[in-house]
Nanobody, 124 residues
């Protein structure tokens, strides 16, 4: 089993930055991806970004390219999501998720392990 715990959410104003942390514990897989997803009220969960074990491969949703950066520190078993130039439409619960080995993708169904989420609210 893999456990993921998100932290770092909060209330910020438009244009500000925020960093989310995802602590990964339990059985971690070298050939897996860890991603961030978000879900706004009344909307489906959507892909934000994902990264492989070594950090050499990353994918981003078009809506966040150039503003969000995903990274990881394996020595700390932590995956980060640095968010800059935040907009009110970025308000959502942000979830961290991990795939099984040799899986990757941008669909939530590609991910087998999920954290509880952290709320990000961006005021205008």
């Amino acid at each position: 089993q893999v456990q993921l715990v998100e932290s770092g959410g909060g209330l910020v104003q438009a244009g500000e930055s925020l960093r989310l942390d995802c602590a990964v514990s339990g059985r971690t897989f070298i050939n897996s991806f860890v991603g961030w997803f978000r879900q706004a009220p009344w909307k489906e969960r959507e892909f934000v970004a994902t990264i492989n074990w070594s950090g050499s491969i990353t994918y981003y949703a078009d809506s966040v390219k150039g503003r969000f950066t995903i990274s990881r520190a394996n020595a700390r078993n932590t995956v980060y999501l640095q968010m800059t130039s935040l907009k009110p439409e970025n308000t959502a619960i942000y979830y961290c998720a991990a795939t099984r080995p040799f899986f990757r993708g941008t669909d939530p169904n590609d991910y087998s392990y999920w954290g509880q989420g952290t709320q990000v609210t961006v005021s205008s």
